[in-house]
């Protein structure tokens, strides 16, 4: 099978044709770029990937990281990967001139980070940790902090890691216990234990920074009284020498998949000389890890959306090559065998993985952008920016990572018997997607906080700003004959989902809090659907003024592919809302009011 798990026309399209990523460059921090300059990056990550990180996909599933006297062994792979990151200024692209970066758009850095994910997953997820964590300091930190340690992890020497859970306080924060005390020297004394740390140990790096939350003696309880640290592995001594900062690496766990990277247990503080440095000030922790959060969350949906798209080009290429059985019509039984691609129930499979493979990307791209514009657009579209940003992160983590695992599934199920054995790479898709819907917020805590929190801020103005960009986008579709239906379907459905969402708010208001939210997750799927749907309006409706005057016989199937997977879209997948809406209408509260007892034997 050929080696492709990504397709640059397609990226090419979204960042061009549909979110016109050349204008960001009129923005002044951007304006040292132009289109060469971003094609040049992209190419450069695409032999990146295609070099280093696809011919290693299988072998560092095969040869996970394993634990030694403390230290965690890795693939020689990551440390030749973040070298080449480093040199080649791949961490800290995005960062000011200030700090050493070069001030790229994480839209084009998006599209990258698809195309490393796509060929190799878990190698790609070093890199990206360790520019969250430095760009956290950047954001935050003294000047003495980010001379200590933005270079060395932009140079990809030191590795960056977010450490917040702990055995008793996963998604509730509140319960954080890691303490840290006060000293009189500029640095404070840390002890406690995080789990699920992401790379928070390995021989792929000279030393490991971890960006860790913790609570200072006295500090307020709950959420209020948490602070955000620098805790590094192997703290700076006078000079350029440094030292062991009593932290240390107690475990690995053994996962399903995503098996290249080590997710550690860490212990601080044994022998009570574990110094931790304030990030930012006291009690503000929770504040600024949000920041390097909520752009996780939207990383977890592109890491979701990556794996995905590898999946379905890998059955496409498949069902291209295999020959099996004839036409459902042909009536002579030794006619030449066609290849699986030609069946129906085939076809069915493939627009449904492409229909959520290029719906996440365009909804991924489409936050990136947000994100672009609330660091460096005009002052005055910043907060509406950041408030369509607020809304969508949720759908943005969730709709890639639960459908990412079916779109897996079916490009599995492509394949038949040899997709189940690992002679080809389906069946380890499939198990490295599975992490998406846990980390960094599970599905359940998505559902809670777009319900909860996204639909309710501000009296509702990020969902009216949500419900005016989807309506605007079923105007402009509208000049296309091609999608007429597609613009009526939606607008019935933005008619239902504001239907249902008011019913919801009247129980919230009637301080029915339980019942309100007893159903938040099914209502993230149904407006995630509703979303894609947007998000496929929006690229048919490119792809029709683009048909208009095309020539080219290659361009004009991809934007007639453009089309009928927007028609697949509306005709299969969002007919599911109504069931949905029926379910949420419906507030009996039966998993409310069930008794846990019920559930034993």
């Given at each position: 099978?050929?080696?492709?798990?990504?397709?640059?026309?397609?990226?090419?399209?979204?960042?061009?044709?549909?979110?016109?990523?050349?204008?960001?460059?009129?923005?002044?921090?951007?304006?040292?770029h132009?289109?060469?300059?971003?094609?040049?990056?992209?190419?450069?990550?695409?032999?990146?990937?295609?070099?280093?990180?696809?011919?290693?996909?299988?072998?560092?599933?095969?040869?996970?990281?394993?634990?030694?006297?403390?230290?965690?062994?890795?693939?020689?792979?990551?440390?030749?990967?973040?070298?080449?990151?480093?040199?080649?200024?791949?961490?800290?692209?995005?960062?000011?001139?200030?700090?050493?970066?070069?001030?790229l758009?994480?839209?084009?850095?998006?599209?990258?980070?698809?195309?490393?994910?796509?060929?190799?997953?878990?190698?790609?997820v070093?890199?990206?940790?360790?520019?969250?964590?430095?760009?956290?300091?950047?954001?935050?930190?003294?000047?003495?902090?980010?001379?200590?340690?933005?270079?060395?992890?932009?140079?990809?020497?030191?590795?960056?890691?977010?450490?917040?859970?702990?055995?008793?306080?996963?998604?509730?924060?509140?319960?954080?216990?890691?303490?840290?005390?006060?000293?009189?020297?500029?640095?404070?004394?840390?002890?406690?234990?995080?789990?699920?740390?992401?790379?928070?140990?390995?021989?792929g790096?000279?030393?490991?920074?971890?960006?860790?939350?913790?609570?200072?003696?006295?500090?307020?309880?709950?959420?209020?009284?948490?602070?955000?640290?620098?805790?590094?592995?192997?703290?700076?001594?006078?000079?350029?020498?440094?030292?062991?900062?009593?932290?240390?690496?107690?475990?690995?766990y053994?996962?399903?998949?995503?098996?290249?990277?080590?997710?550690?247990?860490?212990?601080?503080?044994?022998?009570?000389?574990?110094r931790?440095?304030?990030?930012?000030?006291?009690?503000?922790?929770?504040?600024?890890?949000?920041?390097?959060?909520?752009?996780?969350?939207?990383?977890?949906?592109l890491?979701?959306?990556?794996?995905?798209?590898?999946?379905?080009?890998?059955?496409?290429?498949?069902?291209?090559?295999?020959?099996?059985?004839?036409?459902?019509?042909?009536?002579?039984?030794?006619?030449?065998?066609?290849?699986?691609?030609?069946?129906?129930?085939?076809?069915?499979?493939?627009l449904?993985?492409?229909?959520?493979?290029?719906?996440?990307?365009?909804?991924i791209?489409?936050?990136?952008?947000?994100?672009?514009?609330?660091?460096?657009?005009?002052?005055?579209?910043?907060?509406?920016?950041?408030?369509?940003?607020?809304?969508?992160?949720?759908?943005?983590?969730?709709?890639?990572?639960?459908?990412?695992?079916?779109?897996?599934?079916?490009?599995?199920?492509?394949?038949?018997?040899?997709?189940?054995?690992?002679?080809?790479?389906?069946?380890?898709?499939?198990?490295?997607a599975?992490?998406?819907?846990?980390?960094?917020?599970?599905?359940?805590?998505?559902?809670?906080?777009?319900?909860?929190?996204?639909?309710t801020?501000?009296?509702?103005?990020?969902?009216?700003?949500?419900?005016?960009?989807?309506?605007?986008?079923?105007?402009?579709?509208?000049?296309?004959?091609?999608?007429?239906?597609?613009?009526?379907?939606?607008?019935?459905a933005?008619?239902?989902?504001?239907?249902?969402?008011?019913?919801?708010?009247?129980?919230?208001?009637?301080?029915?809090t339980?019942?309100?939210?007893?159903?938040?997750?099914?209502?993230?799927?149904?407006?995630?659907?509703?979303?894609?749907?947007?998000?496929?309006?929006?690229?048919?409706?490119?792809?029709?003024?683009?048909?208009?005057?095309?020539?080219?016989?290659?361009?004009?199937?991809?934007?007639?592919?453009?089309r009928?997977?927007?028609?697949?879209?509306?005709?299969?997948?969002?007919?599911?809302?109504?069931?949905?809406?029926?379910?949420?209408?419906?507030?009996?509260?039966?998993?409310?009011?069930?008794?846990?007892?019920?559930?034993?034997?």
């Amino acid at each position: 099978m050929a080696e492709i798990f990504v397709s640059m026309r397609n990226l090419n399209f979204l960042l061009y044709e549909v979110l016109n990523t050349e204008s960001l460059c009129t923005l002044p921090y951007f304006s040292d770029h132009d289109r060469d300059i971003f094609d040049m990056i992209l190419e450069t990550g695409l032999a990146l990937a295609s070099e280093e990180l696809y011919p290693a996909l299988a072998s560092m599933d095969k040869k996970a990281p394993v634990l030694e006297s403390g230290s965690v062994r890795v693939s020689p792979v990551v440390r030749e990967l973040l070298q080449a990151c480093g040199e080649g200024g791949w961490i800290g692209a995005g960062a000011s001139f200030q700090h050493g970066g070069q001030q790229l758009p994480d839209t084009l850095l998006s599209a990258v980070r698809l195309i490393l994910g796509a060929a190799n997953y878990s190698a790609s997820v070093y890199p990206v940790l360790s520019t969250g964590a430095a760009q956290l300091i950047c954001s935050f930190g003294s000047q003495e902090l980010i001379d200590a340690y933005v270079p060395n992890m932009f140079a990809g020497l030191w590795q960056g890691t977010m450490a917040m859970t702990e055995p008793h306080a996963g998604s509730s924060l509140t319960d954080l216990k890691t303490r840290a005390t006060p000293t009189k020297r500029g640095y404070y004394l840390l002890a406690g234990q995080k789990i699920f740390i992401s790379c928070g140990e390995h021989d792929g790096v000279e030393n490991v920074v971890n960006l860790m939350l913790a609570r200072i003696e006295g500090a307020p309880a709950g959420v209020k009284g948490i602070s955000l640290f620098v805790v590094p592995k192997l703290r700076p001594t006078t000079g350029s020498g440094l030292e062991p900062n009593d932290v240390v690496c107690t475990g690995i766990y053994h996962k399903l998949g995503y098996r290249g990277a080590p997710i550690t247990q860490l212990e601080m503080g044994e022998h009570s000389d574990c110094r931790a440095w304030l990030v930012g000030e006291e009690n503000h922790g929770l504040r600024y890890m949000f920041q390097m959060m909520n752009e996780a969350r939207v990383g977890v949906g592109l890491g979701a959306t990556a794996i995905a798209t590898a999946a379905y080009y890998a059955s496409l290429e498949y069902t291209k090559e295999r020959h099996q059985g004839r036409p459902i019509m042909a009536k002579e039984p030794t006619a030449p065998q066609v290849p699986i691609i030609e069946h129906a129930d085939v076809k069915r499979m493939l627009l449904f993985q492409r229909a959520v493979v290029e719906g996440s990307l365009s909804l991924i791209m489409y936050c990136s952008k947000l994100i672009d514009q609330v660091h460096a657009g005009p002052e005055e579209g910043r907060e509406r920016h950041a408030l369509l940003l607020d809304f969508l992160t949720p759908i943005a983590k969730t709709y890639p990572s639960e459908m990412g695992i079916l779109a897996v599934s079916t490009g599995l199920q492509c394949l038949g018997g040899y997709g189940y054995c690992d002679e080809f790479p389906l069946e380890q898709y499939y198990r490295d997607a599975r992490i998406h819907p846990i980390h960094e917020g599970t599905t359940g805590i998505q559902g809670m906080d777009l319900l909860g929190r996204k639909v309710t801020m501000k009296n509702g103005a990020a969902f009216k700003l949500f419900l005016g960009k989807v309506q605007q986008s079923i105007e402009n579709a509208k000049k296309h004959e091609a999608l007429q239906a597609e613009c009526t379907q939606l607008s019935d459905a933005l008619v239902q989902l504001q239907n249902v969402t008011g019913e919801l708010l009247n129980l919230a208001a009637a301080g029915k809090t339980d019942l309100f939210l007893a159903d938040a997750t099914l209502y993230l799927e149904y407006v995630g659907i509703i979303t894609m749907a947007w998000q496929w309006l929006l690229q048919a409706t490119v792809a029709e003024a683009a048909l208009a005057n095309c020539d080219d016989e290659a361009d004009k199937n991809f934007y007639l592919g453009k089309r009928t997977t927007c028609h697949y879209f509306f005709r299969y997948e969002l007919p599911k809302c109504s069931a949905l809406a029926t379910r949420l209408l419906q507030t009996d509260g039966l998993t409310v009011k069930m008794d846990v007892g019920l559930f034993e034997d």
